[in-house]
């Protein structure tokens, strides 16, 4: 008895001291463990964490046209997830990658603890012609530029053209037509006619600004203040408006990008998806649009409030930012700036529609604006829809608390969706969260 | 000499459970601020986690929780090692084993695939409910979550605690119940009045497990929340609430002090209960 519980012992020490071990090249910033195979030897080496379906080829063609650097790429999750690990190195002060995919509406919330670097002096006047003005503005802070834009998300309406044709619809071209179009449909007992999910707050925030919101203002040279609007009658109206939809039962309120909502995506449940332009390559690869599905989809414009002046908006689209636990930020930024940026990577990224490129080299590409996109069964989708609401994107000042108020926006659309409060309430909730919490955290909130 | 005996363990102990606990405490008298840095708050955090309503509202679901499905475990599971103890063919060996089996199945991999099956869009409920014409329930709406929850849960445990329990019937004199038997008690009043009160120790040792347990809810609901439209928010087990606090807000200080208010709250319902039960319990 006595043996065995020293061995035991003993097998535990031993456990421990793998842990150990283990936790000294935990993340990215250990050049050991990559994705991608490294095959130039004795070049220094950039770690980076992105989750774009196809970076493993994005990262091989950088390693193939580079010979000074060599990127180790780590796919540590989508989003959120990745976020979560980021943080937790930043909180640590270890174990964050040297170069990092962001999305640009989160770049505000790491550059104010201190976790990115100013990439203006590395090489920035050599790409700046690259990108448009709205680009550079999202993945800026005041002068400072804390990201290299790769794609953007321009909004449109995907639809069913074949429960559109069934129902004899039309796409709406505002936001009363479009709840006209569900009520067509639902008293014909067709299926829901969109999706309001708890879980994308961040399209919710997109119609609020298409409304004329401006949730958050932030200048920089006043960090410590910040404004907070987040229950102005925009604000409101927008989600009284889909609460309304969800309540008469025009839409469903599923989560989205869940198992369930994909199934019901391909069964035809929803008419309509609001969503951006990389929402095809995503719905792909779940297996929409594929076998009898083939070529039902279509896309057009984002419905609007007024249609006499119609405001584009953005949803997701990012960037690959440099990281203030990199040992050689130039070298870092170089892949930054590198990375995704090769006509070849490019190119996969949007005829596969993973990526709505801002890189300029691709958005003037005749190829790229005349594409007929499978998906949408050969619709022109980059002229007729994404590439106008591209240009017509105005760009936004993100929060420096984004995850928090994205999870309390959550957490209101959640109550919405019960029925216990109504879309006024759940905003004049949301304005009190956020503000309280931004008191907390030492702005001055006006 | 001793000490050499216990050092190995008091290694292990100290490094792997008082010394994270103890930096956990120091973490959570701290507050972080995105403008102005750290300051030693003392206990500034631990008020606010009891004025905070998502705190509260986390503790006041585990505790109504708890006082659901422990009842309704442990019920379970004595009726069925009761019946396990008394009838002793071969299938009732299989049945053991197929009772046990959930417990042998990680909690993720459970809970998904509970998740799967309580789907209307692809889960059998919706068949066999229109094969009567009548609409499926939603478990994971937000009326019936507690239950779809509860469901997990007794599907994943009640087997475990039967054989805690079976185990302890064994451990019975059989004697016992020859003597019972010589003075007329048939076979419901053999259990009632000499087993169950013989396996008292063992059932007061399940009852603290599952409270613990319970209180500390978090991998079930977590996983279901991504299947739940938007049933389950962040902050719906104190332990959710944490970890959200912690890893995705960066707010590690809030997060141990909520950590270490619901070790308060946990402390307090298991001695509260051991003081209830002090005459039972033998074990501890």
């Known amino acids: 008895m006595k043996r065995r519980r020293i061995l035991a012992t003993v097998a535990m020490l031993a456990a421990g001291t793998g842990l150990v071990a283990c936790s000294s090249d935990e993340g990215g910033s250990d050049a050991s463990n990559c994705t ?44 959120g997830d ?41 090489g920035f006047d050599a790409v700046k012609a690259n990108y448009g003005e709205g680009a550079w503005k999202d993945v800026s802070v005041g002068d400072a530029v804390y990201g290299v834009p790769v794609d953007g998300g321009p909004m449109g309406m995907i639809y069913r053209k074949d429960i559109f044709d069934k129902y004899k619809v039309t796409p709406p071209k505002t936001w009363a037509e479009y709840e006209q179009a569900a009520q067509k449909v639902k008293d014909a007992g067709g299926p829901l006619f969109g999706d309001f999910g708890a879980n994308v707050p961040a399209v919710l925030m997109a119609l609020q600004i298409q409304k004329g919101a401006t949730p958050f203002t932030f200048d ?56 951006a332009a990389w929402a095809p390559g995503y719905l792909t690869g779940a297996g929409v649009g594929k076998g009898q599905d083939t070529g039902k989809f279509a896309v057009a414009p984002l419905p609007q409030w007024d249609s006499a002046n119609p405001v584009q908006v953005n949803w997701g689209g990012s960037a690959f930012s440099v990281t ?106 949301l304005q009190e969260d956020v503000a309280k919490y931004a008191k907390e955290q030492g702005f001055t909130v006006q | 000499m001793g000490w050499l005996f216990v050092g190995p363990f008091g290694i292990v102990f100290l490094a792997f459970l008082i010394a994270p606990l103890a930096y956990a405490l ?17 206990f500034d955090n631990y008020v606010k986690a009891f004025t905070d309503p998502s705190f509260l509202s986390g503790v006041w679901f585990v505790i109504r929780f708890s006082l659901v499905s422990i009842p309704v475990q442990i019920l379970i599971a004595l009726a069925l090692a009761l019946i396990l103890d008394a009838v002793t063919t071969a299938f009732a060996r299989f049945s053991r084993l197929m009772i046990f089996l959930p417990y042998a199945i990680p909690t993720v991999i459970g809970a998904v695939m509970w998740g799967f099956l309580y789907s209307r869009g692809f889960g059998p409920l919706t068949d066999i409910f229109g094969l009567f014409g009548a609409t499926a329930p939603d478990f994971l709406s ?60 063992a059932l007061i040792l399940i009852l603290v497990f599952s409270l613990i347990g319970t209180l500390q809810f978090f991998n079930e609901p977590q996983i279901l929340r991504y299947l739940a439209a938007g049933t389950i928010g962040s902050d719906f087990t104190p332990n959710m609430y944490a970890y959200q606090q912690a890893f995705s807000l960066a707010n590690f200080n809030y997060g141990s002090a909520i950590s270490f208010a619901l070790g308060g709250v946990v402390f307090i319902c298991v001695y509260a209960f051991l003081f209830f039960t002090r005459k039972r319990r033998s074990f501890l």
């Open chain 1, 324 to 429: 203030k636990q990199a040992k050689k930020p130039e070298l870092a930024a170089k892949v930054a700036y590198g990375l995704y940026a090769d006509k070849e990577s490019l190119t996969d990224g949007w005829t596969n529609q993973i990526i709505f490129p801002l890189n300029l080299t691709a958005l003037k590409d005749p190829a790229f604006v005349d594409l007929k996109v499978a998906f949408f069964n050969g619709q022109q989708a980059n002229k007729e829809v994404y590439l106008p609401a591209a240009e017509a994107y105005k760009g936004v000042a993100y929060a420096p608390f984004g995850q928090y108020y994205l999870d309390a926006m959550e957490k209101q659309v959640s109550e919405i969706i019960k029925g216990s409060v109504t879309g006024s309430q759940a905003a004049d909730r």
């Open chain 1, 36 to 79: 991608n195979t490294i095959t130039k030897q004795n070049v220094p080496v950039v770690t980076m964490w992105g989750w774009y379906p196809n970076t493993q080829l994005v990262v091989d063609n950088f390693n193939k046209q580079h010979d000074d650097v060599q990127v180790c790429w780590t796919n540590v999750g989508q989003g």
């Open chain 2, 26 to 42: 120091y973490l959570s008298l701290f507050q972080k601020k995105l403008i102005g840095g750290t300051s030693f708050v003392l």
């Open chain 1, 82 to 122: 990745e976020y979560d690990k980021f943080q937790t190195a930043i909180s640590a002060g270890t174990g964050a990658p040297d170069v990092i995919m962001v999305e640009a509406d989160r770049i505000p919330t790491f550059q104010i603890q201190g976790a990115l670097v100013d990439i203006k002096q590395y």
């Open chain 2, 142 to 201: 937000s009326d019936l979550i507690f239950y779809g929850l509860l469901n997990v849960v007794t599907w994943q445990w009640a087997g475990y605690y039967m054989i805690i329990l079976y185990a302890a019937l064994q451990g019975v004199d059989p004697t016992l119940y020859e003597a019972a038997r010589m003075d007329g008690a048939g076979r419901w009043q053999i259990a009632t009045r000499i087993k169950i009160p013989l396996i008292a120790p």
């Open chain 1, 220 to 275: 920089p040279a006043q960090p410590k203040a910040i404004g907070v609007k987040l229950n102005d009658q925009a604000s409101k109206d927008v989600l009284d408006y889909w609460g309304g939809l969800a309540k008469k039962g025009l839409v469903g309120t599923q989560n989205q990008f869940t198992p369930e909502y994909i199934t019901g995506v391909i069964n035809g449940n929803y008419a309509t998806y609001i969503s």
